[in-house]
């Protein structure tokens, strides 16, 4: 078994194949391997992404029971409020249903937008984007920097490294 982590870069799909042509994250990680990337990150998403042909991890870490963690960094556009952190951390409607509560903190405040971590164990599609935009703060770049107790450290843009099996024993 393989097990990748990757800091995928903006532009490149969470997928194996691609009708466009994009670059995807298999193309970013060694062949010889039915590797699958576990969960997705939008095409202007960047950070953490798991590949693996790992299918038992790979369901636990995706299937809604395990309530896995995910955490994001996150620029958006304005200058939040504790408000609307409550908001966040409450859980907002997205298309008529409430996300599970999230924990959320100011990282940085700029004159104009804020850097936030939010930390959610859903993954519904563009769910952050969704949720910050429900709370009137469109996102403007986001970056995932944990997935479980793995997290992006200092991987390069582009790069990956091997997850050694204690690391993978770590997540079971």
């Not at 997928?15 to 062949?31: A, C, E, I, Q």
């Not at 576990?38 to 992404?49: A, H, I, K, P, Q």
Request: hydrophobic share 35%.
């Amino acid at each position: 078994l393989v097990y990748y982590l990757l800091n995928k870069p903006r532009g490149v799909v969470s997928s194996v194949t691609d009708p466009d042509g994009h670059r995807t994250v298999t193309s970013l990680v060694p062949g010889g391997h039915r590797l699958y990337p576990v969960g997705r990150l939008d095409y202007d998403s960047e950070g953490l992404m798991l590949l693996t042909n790992d299918g038992d991890l790979a369901y636990k870490l995706t299937h809604p029971k395990f309530e896995i963690d995910k955490t994001y960094h996150v620029l958006v556009k304005g200058v939040m409020t504790e408000k609307s952190i409550g908001y966040l951390e409450q859980g907002v409607t997205i298309e008529g249903k409430k996300t599970a509560p999230a924990k959320v903190s100011i990282t940085e405040a700029q004159p104009s937008n804020t850097w936030i971590d939010i930390t959610i164990h859903e993954g519904a599609n563009r769910q952050i984007r969704k949720m910050c935009e429900a709370v009137g703060y469109p996102v403007m770049r986001l970056i995932r920097t944990h997935l479980g107790r793995w997290e992006l450290g200092d991987i390069p843009v582009g790069k990956f490294r091997t997850l050694n099996p204690s690391e993978i024993m770590l997540e079971l």
